[in-house]
C-alpha cells in the first residue's frame, strides 16, 4: 500500500493544513486503518508572509488595523466620485439609465413619452450630425453607433422605457447614456484603445441627449439616474482596501510567488517525496489547488520512481498550461515519458477547478466529485467527501481509480 504525500494550496496555514489533514486521516482510517498520510506542508516557508502586500497600497493606514471611523460611508460624494462609480457601474450595466425602479413602475408617469423620440433615434444612428459624428470618428466608433443605438432601443428596458416614459425630461439623457455605455463596453470587450478622455466621453452623450430632443442635456448624474447610494459602500471598501488585501494577499500572494520563483517548493515537495519513500515505499501525492500546479510541474521537469501515482484535487495545473504559464512545462508541450499516473479531480461548482484530458489527453483521468457545496466552500469541501476518501483509498491500496 503507498503512503498519501499530501501538499496543500494557496492560502493555507499551519492551523488550517493541521485541521484538513487530520479531517483527512480520520475519513480514510475510517475506510482503512492503515492507510497512511504523510504531511508536506510549505505554508510558512514559500508563501507570501502575513501582512506583506499593503504598503504600496495608495491611502493605506500606517498601523495594521486603524480604528474604524465613526462614520464610514461619510459625506456626499463628490461629483468626480460619483461620475467614475456612475461609469463603473455603465460598464457593468450599460442599459441602467433605462431601468425604472420598483417604485417607479408601481404607476406610469403623467407625461407620456414623446411619440417623435423613437424615430428620432433610429434617423440619428442611420445618420448622426457632423459634430457627432467627428467625436464618435475620434473614439473609433462611428461605425458601431447605428449598432449601439438599435441595441439599446430594442432591449427590453429600452421598450419599456419608450412605453411607459420616464420623469420629465430625463429620457433622452438616459437613451444618450445608455448608448454611449454600450459602445465603451464594445470597444472594452474587443480589446480595442479608449481614445475618448472623460470630459469627451460626456461630450457624446450631451450631444447624442441633445439630438434627441434634450435642449438642457446636462451629464449621466443630473439626468436619468442616480447612482450616489452605492457611494457609501465605495468608499468604505477604499477605507478597508488594506484589511481586504491583508486578508487575500495569503492566496493570491502565494500564487504569485510560486509562479515567479517556484523552484524551492518544488524542491521541498521533492524532499519529502524521498523521506517519506524511505519510511513508507511506494508514494501517492496528493496536492490540493496550487500544491496540484506545484505538483505536476515537479513531476514534469526530474522523474521520481517513487511516486505511484498523482492526484490534483481543485487544481489549476492543466489551465496554467494551457495558458502557457505552467512554469516547468513549455506552452504545448506534452507531458513527459516519466510522469506518472494523473488522476484529476475536480467539483463542477469548484470555480478554481479545471479539467486537465482535454490538454493532456491519454495522460490523466478527470473525475468529477461534487460535494454539494457552493463556491467557495466546494474549493475545500474535498476532503469530507466520502467519495473522494474512497478514490483515495482505492488509489493507495492498488492505484485504481
Request: proline fraction near 9%; charge should be negative.
Amino acid at each position: 500500500m503507498a503512503g498519501l504525500l499530501f501538499v496543500h494550496g494557496t492560502g493555507v496555514r499551519r492551523a488550517a493544513y493541521d485541521e484538513t489533514a487530520d479531517e483527512l486521516r480520520k475519513g480514510l482510517a475510517d475506510i482503512d486503518p492503515a492507510l497512511r498520510v504523510h504531511d508536506c506542508y510549505w505554508g510558512d516557508v514559500f508563501g507570501v508572509p502575513a501582512g506583506t502586500g499593503t504598503a504600496t497600497l495608495p491611502g493605506a493606514p500606517a498601523e495594521p488595523n486603524p480604528p474604524e471611523p465613526a462614520d464610514p460611508f461619510g459625506s456626499e460624494p463628490s461629483d468626480a466620485d460619483a461620475e467614475a462609480l456612475a461609469w463603473e457601474l455603465l460598464y457593468e450595466d450599460p442599459l441602467a439609465p433605462l431601468r425604472r425602479t420598483t417604485t417607479e413602475t408601481d404607476a406610469p408617469y403623467d407625461e407620456p413619452p414623446d411619440p417623435a423620440l423613437e424615430p428620432t433615434a433610429r434617423a440619428l444612428a442611420a445618420t448622426p450630425p457632423a459634430a457627432l459624428a467627428a467625436l464618435l470618428d475620434e473614439a473609433g466608433v462611428l461605425q458601431d453607433f447605428p449598432e449601439a443605438v438599435t441595441a439599446v432601443l430594442d432591449s427590453p428596458a429600452g421598450r419599456d422605457v419608450l412605453e411607459h416614459g420616464m420623469p420629465p425630461g430625463q429620457l433622452p439623457n438616459a437613451i444618450a447614456t445608455a448608448v454611449v455605455a454600450h459602445l465603451l463596453v464594445a470597444v472594452d470587450h474587443r480589446g480595442g484603445v479608449l481614445r475618448w478622455s472623460p470630459a469627451r466621453r460626456d461630450e457624446a452623450v450631451r450631444l447624442i441627449a441633445r439630438d434627441l430632443g434634450d435642449g438642457d442635456a446636462r451629464g449621466v448624474l443630473d439626468g436619468a439616474w442616480k447612482v450616489l447610494a452605492p457611494l457609501g459602500g465605495m468608499r468604505y471598501l477604499m477605507w478597508k482596501r488594506a484589511a481586504l488585501m491583508d486578508r487575500t494577499h495569503p492566496r493570491a500572494g502565494d500564487i504569485l510567488k510560486y509562479l515567479a520563483r517556484g523552484a524551492a517548493l518544488r524542491d521541498h515537495i521533492r524532499q519529502r517525496v524521498t523521506e517519506v519513500a524511505a519510511e513508507h515505499g511506494p508514494v501517492v501525492l496528493l496536492a490540493h489547488s496550487l500544491g496540484g500546479t506545484a505538483a505536476v510541474d515537479l513531476l514534469a521537469e526530474r522523474e521520481l520512481p517513487a511516486v505511484r501515482h498523482l492526484v490534483t484535487i481543485g487544481s489549476q495545473a492543466a489551465h496554467l498550461h494551457e495558458l502557457g504559464a505552467l512554469p516547468a512545462l513549455d506552452p504545448d508541450a506534452p507531458l513527459p515519458g516519466h510522469f506518472p499516473r494523473w488522476t484529476n479531480v475536480y467539483d463542477r461548482r469548484d470555480l478554481l477547478a479545471f479539467l486537465a484530458e482535454p490538454v493532456f489527453p491519454q495522460r490523466v483521468q478527470d473525475v468529477d466529485l461534487t460535494s454539494g457545496q457552493p463556491f467557495k466552500a466546494s474549493h475545500s469541501a474535498y476532503f469530507r467527501n466520502p467519495q473522494v476518501l474512497g478514490l483515495l483509498a482505492r488509489i493507495a491500496r492498488d492505484g485504481s481509480a
